[in-house]
Nanobody, 125 residues
Framework: VQLVESGGGSVQAGGSLRLSCAAS????????MGWFRQAPGKEREGVGT???????SYVDSVKGRFTISKDNAKNILYLQMTNLKPEDTAMYYC?????????????????????WGQGTQVTVS
């Protein structure tokens, strides 16, 4: 399983960015996918999750601003971020986990079979 994020960058507060996560090496459509982020000096936290049926859940801090979607034909996961705030500044990671998947309040709990991407930096000023 390989995950490669892209789309990060610098943006002013109130702006938008769309992150992508290209996946390969497994039955993408059957996996749960999640976005996470880690700010400097802080622990990695969940952002949101999308299950194999396309159902989504988000952590409270991004609800109404971030949207997760996926293109099963292209094996790409997306994170559309709008109304960005300085506190959204972080390294963003995508993750994949085979079913059955466990999600708690928008955060995907990865099993030992889960995989991570290398991350893409988002800076909001």
């Amino acid at each position: 399983v390989q995950l490669v994020e892209s789309g990060g960058g610098s943006v002013q507060a109130g702006g938008s960015l769309r992150l992508s996560c290209a996946a390969s090496g497994y039955l993408y459509s059957r996996y749960c996918m999640g976005w996470f982020r880690q700010a400097p000096g802080k622990e990695r936290e969940g952002v949101g999750t999308i299950d194999s049926d396309g159902g989504t859940s988000y952590v409270d801090s991004v609800k109404g601003r971030f949207t997760i979607s996926k293109d099963n034909a292209k094996n790409i996961l997306y994170l559309q971020m709008t109304n960005l705030k300085p506190e959204d500044t972080a390294m963003y990671y995508c993750a994949a986990d085979p079913p059955p998947c466990v999600t708690v309040s928008g955060t995907l709990l990865l099993s030992d079979s889960g995989s991570w991407g290398q991350g893409t930096q988002v800076t909001v000023s």
